[in-house]
């Protein structure tokens, strides 16, 4: 029987989620906790690979057992063996020929920085500082272009093992409170670092850039565009699948 679980974690400590021979990965430790809990090699799969470092508030995954454990319950048995930065969430019964990786419609991600003179240590491990404040309508502006469907080459990291570049935004939203800022993404997929670049170009940007985006779409050109940003200002918010997967939350 194949199961749904949602998955949130503190990514700091570990080398991104799919599982590596000799490193620490999300991947790696729910897979140990399943063998604990079924007495069998168990192997769970993400809605999403995350690099070293970005976090996740929502990642959905799944696994196939059996087991006579409630779908329910799953979430405390995983919760009992695993480390404190990485919980399960909620687990349920997942829908007929449900795969986490296939079935997604649409992911969303929220890169967080902050402007300040100095580090600010309870914002740090999960935003990045810039030195410059920026100008968030330049943003706003620029990330009007970055909506709709394009090819994203230019946006894409080098050893992509992506078939084909083009991709959907269908919405980049900026919000700023107290000096921290967020640039939430939407859209049917992303390629290597594809977030990261766009949140270093907006940053770029709304600190004085001139606006290179529209040029890097025709271009395909990486090197058009601003840097990534680093990995800590990420997180993986949430993967939408057009179905209920869990009691108390709906996939619309």
């Not at 799969?45 to 995350?50: E, I, L, M, Y």
């Not at 330049?138 to 570049?165: N, P, W, Y």
Request: aromatic share 10%; net charge neutral.
């Amino acid at each position: 029987m194949r199961y749904v679980l949602l998955v949130s974690y503190d990514g700091t400590h570990f080398c991104g989620f799919q599982k590596q021979k000799k490193e620490r990965t999300v991947q790696s430790e729910l897979e140990r906790a399943a063998f604990e809990i079924f007495g069998a090699e168990t192997k769970v799969a993400g809605s999403g690979r995350t690099d070293a470092g970005v976090h996740a508030e929502g990642q959905v995954c799944h696994l196939d057992a059996e087991t006579n454990i409630p779908a329910e319950k799953l979430r405390e048995c995983f919760n009992r063996i695993l480390p404190p930065d990485l919980r399960v969430l909620k687990s349920a019964a997942a829908p007929e020929g449900f795969d986490c990786t296939r079935s997604a419609k649409r992911k969303t991600y929220c890169y967080s920085f902050y402007f300040a003179e100095s580090e600010l240590p309870l914002l740090e491990r999960y935003a990045v500082r810039i030195k410059e404040k920026p100008d968030l309508e330049r943003m706003q502006r620029a990330a009007v272009l970055i909506e709709g469907e394009h090819d994203f080459k230019a946006f894409c990291a080098s050893g992509s093992s992506a078939k084909t570049s083009v991709r959907t935004v269908y919405s980049v939203r900026l919000t700023e409170r107290g000096g921290l800022y967020e640039i939430r993404i939407t859209g049917n997929g992303f390629l290597y670092n594809m977030v990261r670049i766009i949140a270093g170009e907006l940053i770029a940007v709304g600190c004085g850039k001139e606006e290179a985006i529209t040029a890097a779409f025709e271009s395909g050109e990486r090197k058009a565009l601003a840097k990534t940003m680093p990995a800590k200002g990420l997180r993986l918010v949430e993967a939408e699948y057009g179905v209920k997967l869990f009691e108390t939350a709906s996939e619309e």
